[in-house]
């Protein structure tokens, strides 16, 4: 079955960094866009950022709140996903979750709905 594990969360002090990573199985991941997410408490789904698929897996989606900061990879030989982040604020905290979408010609990035399948989510706080 499909499987998402997310991994690298924790606590970070403002200004530092993390590298997140999603790990894939039980679907052709290179046929998916895949994409990250977050949710802080009280507060909506967010969507981060995503990265296309083959042949256009250079092409990559941010939103405004992460540009610049953020990077989306994947390595479709190790099925696997991730986030670096950088210039961390206590505003990012939240927990992060990866995501799968199959592609049809209107999808959407950085829309939870066009998303069918999730990880279980890490914990990322960012405290002094």
């Known amino acids: 079955q499909v499987q998402l594990v997310e991994s690298g969360g924790g606590l970070v002090r403002p200004g530092g960094s993390l590298k997140l990573s999603c790990a894939a199985s039980g679907f052709i991941f290179r046929n998916y866009y895949m994409g990250w997410f977050r949710q802080a408490p009280g507060s909506e789904r967010e969507g981060l950022a995503a990265a296309a698929i083959s042949p256009d897996g250079g092409t990559t989606y941010y939103s405004d709140s992460v540009k610049g900061r953020f990077t989306v990879s994947r390595d479709n030989a190790k099925n696997t996903l991730y986030l670096q982040m950088d210039s961390l604020d206590v505003e990012d905290t939240a927990i992060y979750y990866c995501?799968?979408?199959?592609?049809?010609?209107?999808?959407?990035?950085?829309?939870?709905?066009?998303?069918?399948?999730w990880g279980q989510g890490t914990q990322v706080t960012v405290s002094s």
């Open positions: 995501a799968a979408g199959s592609y049809r010609w209107d999808f959407r990035p950085l829309m939870r709905a066009d998303y069918t399948a």
